[in-house]
Every structure is written in structure tokens, then in C-alpha cells.
């Protein structure tokens, strides 16, 4: 049985409720989906080249076994349109079947998992051109993805999985999203009226774009999401992909992210794209940052969840690993679930078949 669960059971005997009306562990497991610590599957059904035996080789049971031994409690799973459906919209028997696969070593592991329609064909969050927003075949390709995984997926339980729409939607008007919203949660309630549905804010997931947001009424089967990757430098420091990838100077946190006298070293035009690096960030900044996503938490009564945040490993120890802890301990004392990215990616817990012992550490301690 997980050690979750254990515990749990053993916290509903101490409190003196009769052992005949304690849920069996299946039970408890499936009846309602509670998540707090996580971790993202990223690069296998997603952003990633992996086919046939490199795919299902990249993430097997074993590992399910060993992020639940972590006591982790669940797993986010992201998934591309272009591994789950070929370009005329028929689905991918064997991309299908690996998920099903993940999902039953959940089942039998008793790890929750949140499936997240990661990138669509016509929406790539880091992409110019997102005909999603204005073309309607790509809206209902987007809906119709939705109908297919809730045919797929609704067999298991809602105390089990979870969806989430749609991963950092990138819209230049927040009423597009909101539209988009509305109708994909509608397409899914058809058939599932108590299915948990994760929706993230607009401009990648951002907590400071919130207060744009709107979710449909009445609905308390809802999970509010946001991204943190604040601030760039800190969490994305060298990182290749990036605007600010040629910094190599000295990097802060706590305190001033980058000082005054190594941004004045720095030529132009390199200077004015690294001014906003000049910021203090603390943890404080970090409560003050996440306060529109618990604003409106509270406002509508749904649970936030943080399903992504990391640090890229290039950023240096006691600054990569204190902004860790500082951010965990925020998402906590809030009562924020949380998944990092990502197990292992570039910013994973394993990185390169090696554990990361102090960031694990840093993200299990006390659990």
C-alpha cells in the first residue's frame, strides 16, 4: 500500500473513526483527486523526437514506482497533438496505448496524474504564428482533441486524473482564451460533469495575468494554474533558448539579481535587454508575486495548482537551490499543489541517469 495512504488511514483511527468505516485504500485513493507535490513527464509524449522502442523505453513502470516512493503524489504528463494524432486527426494507437500504460502503473502505484494538452499543431507557446485563435477549423480541431482523450480517459476515475485544457496559452486578447475556455469545458462536461479540468492563465501561464482570466460559473470541478519561472536570470540562467543566454556574469538571490556595476560591463544592445534583471527578488517578492492567483482562488473557491517551476542547472548551487526553497515554502504555506519541471528533462530531478539529491532533498524534506 503507498505510504500516502497509510498514513492517512492511520490519522482516520487515531481520530477515533471505526475501522468498518474506514475507506478501503483503493478507495481513498480514487475518491476525490487531492494533489500537493508532483512532477512533469516532460519530452515523452511531448517536445520530443523519441519514437517506438527510445519512446517507451524513456519512461517505464520502474519509474512511476520510484517518483511514489519520493512521496511524490502525482504526475503531470504533457502530450502534443502531433504523437497522439496523425495530420487528419486519427488518433495514434501506439502513443495512445503508452499513455493508457503510464496511467495504469498510476492506478496500481496509487499516483494521481494530470493529462495536459502540452502543444497543439495550430498553438506553440513559444511560436509567431498560433492559427488557433483565428482560425475556426483549428478551434474545433482543438475541441475534438478534447472529445477524443474524455472517450479515451473517462473510463478512469475523477479521483484519479484530471485534465488540463491546454498548456501556456498565448493570446494577444485574454477574451480569446476565455472563449476557448468556455467550449472546450463545455465539450468535456457533455459526458463528464465531475472530472476535474485544470485551466492555466493567458501569456504562458503567468501568475500576474490572472486578474484577465474568467472560468466557467458554477462549477467547483475547476483547478486554476499558473507557471513560475521568475526571475529569467535565476531560473534560466545560460540557458540556450533564451534572450538572455550570453550573460555570464554573476547572478543573486536572494537580493539584486544582477548588480549595478556588472550590468554597466555589459555592450549594447545587451545592456538594455538585461535591464530588467536589475530587479531585488526575495521570497517575499515571490508571496507578493503569486498574489492575483490566490486572489482569485479565493474569490471563485477553487484550488491553485503550480504545474511547472524549476530552475535550469546551469545557474549556480546555493542561488539555484535556495530559490527552490523559497518558492516550495511560498506554494505551501498557501496551499498550492505543485508539479516541477521536470523529472527528467534538462532541469530534472535526474538529469543524465544521475539523481539530483539535493534538490531533492530540498523539494521532499519534511513530507
Not at 13 to 33: H, I, R, T
Not at 142 to 153: A, G, P, T, V
Amino acid at each position: 500500500m503507498n505510504m500516502h495512504l497509510i498514513h492517512l488511514l492511520i490519522l482516520l483511527l487515531m481520530a477515533g473513526v471505526p475501522y468498518s468505516q474506514v475507506p478501503s485504500p483503493k478507495d481513498a485513493y480514487q475518491e476525490e483527486f487531492f494533489i500537493k507535490r508532483g512532477t512533469n513527464i516532460s519530452h515523452w509524449l511531448s517536445q520530443s523526437k523519441r519514437r517506438g522502442a527510445d519512446r517507451r523505453e524513456f519512461f517505464q513502470e520502474e519509474d512511476v514506482a520510484f517518483l511514489a516512493g519520493l512521496w511524490f503524489d502525482h504526475i503531470r504528463i504533457p502530450i502534443d497533438e502531433e504523437q497522439m494524432w496523425d495530420e487528419n486527426g486519427k488518433k495514434e494507437q501506439e502513443a495512445f496505448a503508452l499513455l493508457h500504460e503510464a496511467l495504469g502503473w498510476c492506478e496500481k502505484h496509487e499516483l494521481k496524474a494530470v493529462v495536459d494538452l502540452h502543444i497543439l499543431r495550430s498553438h506553440h507557446f513559444n511560436e509567431g504564428d498560433k492559427p488557433l485563435w483565428t482560425d475556426p477549423a483549428a478551434q474545433e480541431r482543438f475541441y475534438q482533441c478534447w472529445r477524443d482523450l474524455s472517450e479515451e480517459l473517462g473510463k478512469y476515475p475523477v479521483g484519479m486524473v484530471a485534465y488540463e485544457l491546454m498548456n501556456e496559452p498565448v493570446a494577444e486578447d485574454p477574451a480569446d482564451w476565455n472563449r476557448l475556455v468556455a467550449k472546450a469545458t463545455a465539450v468535456i462536461r457533455e459526458n463528464e460533469p465531475e472530472r476535474k479540468i485544470v485551466i492555466g492563465s493567458n501569456m504562458w501561464q503567468k501568475a500576474d495575468t490572472f486578474d484577465d482570466l474568467r472560468v466557467p460559473e458554477n462549477d467547483p470541478h475547476i483547478i486554476l494554474s499558473f507557471h513560475m519561472y521568475e526571475p529569467m536570470l535565476v531560473t534560466h540562467y545560460k540557458a540556450s533558448w533564451t534572450g538572455i543566454k550570453d550573460y555570464a556574469g554573476p547572478v543573486n538571490y536572494p537580493g539584486v539579481i544582477i548588480k549595478d556595476e556588472d550590468w554597466q560591463s555589459l555592450d549594447e544592445p545587451f545592456r538594455t535587454v538585461m535591464e530588467n534583471q536589475k530587479r531585488f527578488y526575495d521570497k517575499a517578492t515571490i508571496r507578493k508575486h503569486f498574489e492575483k492567483p490566490i486572489r482569485l482562488s479565493k474569490e471563485l473557491g477553487l484550488p491553485l495548482y503550480c504545474g511547472e517551476w524549476g530552475a535550469y542547472p546551469t545557474t549556480p548551487e546555493d542561488v539555484r537551490y535556495q530559490w527552490y526553497q523559497d518558492v516550495k515554502d511560498v506554494l505551501e504555506e498557501n496551499g498550492i499543489a505543485w508539479a516541477t519541471w521536470d523529472y527528467k528533462g534538462g532541469f530534472g530531478i535526474i538529469r543524465n541517469g544521475q539523481k539530483d539529491e539535493k534538490l531533492i532533498d530540498v523539494l521532499l524534506a519534511n513530507f
